[in-house]
């Protein structure tokens, strides 16, 4: 069954520290990774789809990375505006289903 | 280009009631799936619709169905509701089954 295991459940940073949040993932056919951003009470907010391990993509402050067994989310340089809860999923290709992790929740501090 | 939005908002019904919750795919899009969030929790799959059919569906019981119609717009029927099934409820639409889902703001369901 595909598993998708989010950490660290919740991080707090000081303005300008940068880190790294963590998926790790088991599925048998990986059709996509992807990552979204959720803040309180609202839908998640695409960010990145990552296809094959070696991916990498940016978004202002955002990087993701891809390998076989997870992916990471950088933060460079967080402001406060990126405090919110990121979340995981993989979708395998034998179904259509979209599985996610429990998330990260992430606060900057100024 | 107009999002996805879902009505309506807020919603509180008692234990043993029916439900029905709306979303409106964002222009173009032909794919909807909706998703229950339990606090804390990441969005589990309840099912898909691809033009006007089931399918895939998740680990949900029968009570939990779905429709899609010809506009693409889509329900989330829920019978004989139980304390459990409070939570926030997502849909999300894509074109042809893409990899990319974009979400609405949910309804947050409120069983009593």
């Known amino acids: 069954e595909d598993q998708v295991t989010q950490s660290p459940e919740a991080l707090r940073l000081q303005e300008g520290e940068s880190s790294s949040l963590n998926c790790s993932y088991t599925?048998?056919?990986?059709?996509?990774l992807f990552w979204y951003r959720q803040d309180p009470g609202k839908g998640p907010e695409f960010l990145f789809t990552?296809?094959?391990a070696g991916e990498e993509k940016e978004k202002e402050r955002l990087k993701a990375t891809l390998t076989k067994k997870e992916s990471f989310l950088h933060i460079t340089a967080p402001k406060p505006e990126d405090s919110a809860t990121y979340l995981c999923?993989?979708?395998?290709?034998?179904?259509?289903?979209?599985?996610f992790g429990a998330g990260t929740r992430l606060t900057v501090k100024p | 280009e107009t999002g996805v939005t879902q009505s309506p908002t807020h919603l509180i019904k008692t234990r043993g009631q029916q439900v029905t919750l709306r979303c409106s795919s964002q222009s173009g899009h032909n794919t909807v799936s909706w998703y229950q969030q339990a606090l804390g929790q990441g969005p589990q799959f309840i099912f898909q619709?691809?033009?006007?059919?089931?399918?895939g569906r998740g680990n949900f019981p029968p009570r939990f169905s779905g429709l899609q119609f010809p506009n693409y717009s889509s329900e989330l029927n829920v019978n004989a509701l139980e304390l459990d099934d409070s939570a926030l409820y997502l849909c999300a639409s894509s074109f042809d089954n893409s990899y990319e889902q974009y979400f609405g703001p949910g309804t947050r369901l409120t069983v009593t």
């Open positions: 599925v048998s056919g990986l059709r996509g």
């Open positions: 999923a993989v979708q395998d290709y034998n179904n259509n289903d979209m599985r």
């Open positions: 990552l296809y094959s």
């Open positions: 619709y691809y033009r006007e059919e089931e399918n």
